[in-house]
């Protein structure tokens, strides 16, 4: 996903996110060749049997939230949902973040 903002119309997303990679509050992981978590990035973005195609950044999240135990945060619910439900994995859209920044 990182890749996906790293470009020139978007810098100040990119700034952000190096911002928080700084401060230690976020961490760029990469997906490795040969890795559990590349297999299925292939297959969510090649050819998934059970279910649609989906993008890069999508299918980036899911297989390393898939891997690490961590929470999806997606508001792509149409193409990230039969994954979230096939994978039992934790989802949370922007509204569900401001909901719990509110509560703190």
């Known amino acids: 996903m990182y890749d ?3 470009i020139p ?8 996110i ?8 976020a961490e760029i ?3 490795d060749i040969g ?3 590349y297999a299925l990035y292939r297959d969510l973005t090649r050819n998934h049997d059970s279910n649609k195609i989906i993008g890069k950044g999508e299918a980036a999240s899911i297989s390393l939230a898939k ?9 792509n619910l149409r193409d990230v949902k039969p ?7 934790e989802h949370m859209t922007t509204g569900d973040i ?4 509110f509560k703190a």
């Open 83 to 89: 994954y979230v439900e096939e994978f039992s994995l």
């Open 98 to 101: 401001l909901v719990e920044a």
């Open 18 to 25: 190096d911002q928080l990679v700084t401060k230690g509050s």
């Open 29 to 31: 992981v990469s997906i």
């Open 35 to 37: 890795t559990e978590e």
């Open 9 to 16: 119309t978007i810098p100040h997303l990119k700034s952000r």
């Open 67 to 75: 891997k690490h135990n961590g929470i999806l945060g997606s508001n």
């Open 4 to 6: 996906e903002i790293n």
